[in-house]
């Protein structure tokens, strides 16, 4: 099994910057691909990046795309999210998600493990 420690939300204002990290702990396997995800209040949650546990691909939501960066340290088993020019529109609980996935899948039901969710607010 795979046990994700997400951290790094907080509060930040409109174009500034913030790194969340997801840590993964237990029995880890190349075949895991990591994704973050989020969800705002009263919305559905939505795929935001993907990045495959080995290797170099990447995927991303075309709302974060260019401002965002899904990073990986495999030494560390610890997957990244740089978020740059952060807008009041991505104020949602970001949550880190592990599965065995062979593509690059935004489909939440691909995943087999999740992180607590980390509270990210973006002020006007």
């Known amino acids: 099994q795979v046990q994700l420690v997400e951290s790094g939300g907080g509060l930040v204002q409109a174009g500034g910057s913030l790194r969340l990290s997801c840590a993964a702990s237990g029995r880890t396997f190349s075949s895991y691909s990591m994704g973050w995800f989020r969800q705002a209040p009263g919305k559905e949650r939505e795929f935001v990046a993907f990045?495959?546990?080995?290797?170099?691909?990447?995927y991303y939501a075309d709302s974060v795309k260019g401002r965002f960066t899904i990073s990986r340290d495999n030494a560390k088993n610890t997957v990244y999210l740089q978020m740059n020019s952060l807008k009041p529109e991505d104020t949602a609980v970001y949550y880190c998600?592990?599965?065995?996935?062979?593509?690059?899948?935004?489909?939440?039901?691909?995943?087999?493990?999740w992180g607590q969710g980390t509270q990210v607010t973006v002020s006007s």
């Open positions: 998600a592990a599965g065995r996935i062979s593509y690059s899948s935004s489909s939440l039901y691909d995943y087999d493990y």
């Open positions: 990045i495959r546990w080995t290797g170099f691909n990447t």
